[in-house]
Nanobody
């Protein structure tokens, strides 16, 4: 089992910044894919950003240039730096990892609210 604990969400004004962090623990070997998703009320859960073992990244078009995903193997964390936040970024943000073999693990989510 892998445990994921997200932190860093909160309330921020438009144009502000937040840094989300996802702490991994447990049997974290064989993870090859790491990602942040978000889900706004009444909407599907969307992939926001992903990173693989080669540190190749992928971003949702609407967050390109504003969000940056990174991973720290020393601390076993996956971070999402979010700059120039917009009201449409308001959602619950979830961390996900995938192991070889296709097993997925999700965190419990952290809420981000962007409002003036």
């Amino acid at each position: 089992q892998v445990q994921l604990v997200e932190s860093g969400g909160g309330l921020v004004q438009p144009g502000g910044s937040l840094r989300l962090s996802c702490a991994l623990s447990g049997r974290i070997f064989d993870i090859y894919f790491m990602a942040w998703y978000r889900q706004a009320p009444g909407m599907d859960r969307d992939l926001v950003a992903s990173i693989d073992l080669s540190s190749r990244t992928n971003y949702l078009d609407s967050v390109k240039g504003r969000f940056t995903i990174s991973r720290d193997t020393a601390t076993n964390t996956i971070d999402l730096q979010m700059n120039n936040l917009k009201p449409e970024d308001t959602a619950v943000y979830y961390c996900k990892v995938v192991k070889y073999g296709g097993v997925e693990y999700w965190g419990q989510g952290t809420r981000v609210t962007v409002t003036s």
